[in-house]
C-alpha cells in the first residue's frame, strides 16, 4: 500500500525585491508590472515542483498567492508525495528554491529588529 502526503511550504519574497526583479518593474506602485511578477514568481516555484520526479502529478502541483505581509509577499506551494518520499521532497525542494532565487536575485526576507538606544 502506498500512502501519499501532501507536502507544503511558504516561500516569502521581499516586497521591495518586486521593484528589481529582472529590471521589470521602475514604480512598485504600478500594479499590473507587480502582478507580472508574482506570475513571473508562481512559474519559477511551479517549474520547481513539476521538474521533482518524486512528486506526483495528479493530484497537480499547487502554487498560490498566500498573503501581503508587512515586509513581503508570501506564497503557497503545495505537492502531494509518496510517504517515504516526504523528507528528501521537503528538503531538495527548499533547496531547489532557494538557489533558483538566488540565481534570479529574488531576496527572501529574514526577521530584522533595529534597536534605538536615547541617549
Not at 92 to 107: G, L, M, V
Request: no cysteine; glycine share 2%; aromatic share 10%.
Amino acid at each position: 500500500m502506498i500512502v501519499l502526503t501532501v507536502y507544503e511550504i511558504v516561500v516569502s519574497i521581499e516586497v521591495n525585491q518586486l521593484s528589481i526583479i529582472n529590471g521589470a518593474v521602475e514604480n512598485k506602485r504600478e500594479g499590473n508590472a507587480m502582478a507580472e511578477i508574482w506570475v513571473q514568481i508562481k512559474e519559477i516555484l511551479m517549474k520547481i515542483l513539476t521538474d521533482n520526479k518524486r512528486i506526483l502529478k495528479d493530484p497537480a502541483p499547487f502554487v498560490g498567492l498566500l498573503e501581503m505581509a508587512d515586509s513581503s509577499v508570501n506564497f503557497t506551494v503545495r505537492a502531494w508525495v509518496k510517504t517515504a518520499d516526504y523528507w528528501n521532497v521537503f528538503f531538495d525542494t527548499n533547496e531547489s528554491i532557494k538557489k533558483t532565487f538566488d540565481a534570479e536575485n529574488i531576496s527572501i526576507p529574514y526577521p530584522q529588529l533595529d534597536v534605538h538606544m536615547d541617549k
